[in-house]
């Protein structure tokens, strides 16, 4: 499903650093109870095959990701670094991802985060066209995946007044109390996305968080 959104009351930034996804606040841990485990995180072999280069994977990091506080499409969803983790990944030519994950304190808590997350990615289009009326936005449905308790696909892509376009695709994961996005960018359209072999990513990554 094709989803074509112009530019509403809503503000953001552009292209891939667009559109801001507020998140619930992580509760607090009790005082003395056990840090939250490290969840499981794709390697470089899980990424969508790229036909020019080798993915190279960064090392799993506690915290928030520097690159995702300033997009606004997962900023305020991922970026507070409390009990959350990133990894990310890069090839030698224009592709790029990253993979974000955090530990909520309930099953309830990590509904809401992925309905949040959810509900934000779908408003990234707006969000984007309100900020520069020269870049149009485009958001795709790729659907639902079942794997754990439940995984979405998206696909993003924004093409400026001069002809610069970016293609991204967005998923968001849960199993039990752990939510994890995968963010995958790269010049180009939606021709040019993997997105069968990125939904394939999605669901080992959604496997590998515990």
């Not at 506690?62 to 990894?87: F, H, I, N, Q, T």
């Not at 090839?91 to 304190?105: F, K």
């Not at 990590?110 to 309100?130: F, M, N, T, Y």
Request: charged share 25%.
């Amino acid at each position: 499903m094709s989803k074509r959104i112009r530019a509403g009351t809503l503000s953001g930034l552009t292209a891939l650093t667009a559109a801001g996804l507020a998140l619930g606040t992580v509760l607090a841990a009790p005082a003395g109870a056990a840090a939250p485990r490290t969840p499981g995180f794709l390697s470089a072999a899980d990424l969508p095959p790229h036909p020019g280069s080798p993915w190279t994977a960064g090392k799993v990091t506690a915290g928030a990701s520097p690159d995702v506080e300033v997009d606004r499409c997962l900023g305020k969803a991922l970026g507070d670094g409390r009990d959350s983790w990133y990894r990310d990944f890069r090839t030698d030519v224009d592709t790029s991802a990253r993979q974000v994950s955090v530990e909520l304190t309930s099953v309830s808590a990590a509904k809401g985060r992925l309905s949040r997350v959810e509900h934000d990615i779908r408003s990234c289009p707006a969000w984007i066209e309100q900020a520069d009326p020269e870049t149009e936005a485009t958001l795709k449905d790729y659907g639902k995946l079942n794997v754990e308790e439940g995984a979405h696909v998206y696909g993003l892509h924004t093409e400026t007044s001069w002809g610069a376009t970016d293609i991204r695709l967005l998923s968001v994961g849960r199993d039990g109390t752990t939510v994890t996005v995968v963010d995958w960018g790269q010049l180009g359209g939606f021709g040019d996305a993997p997105v069968e072999a990125f939904k394939k990513t999605t669901v080992t990554a959604v496997r590998k968080l515990h």
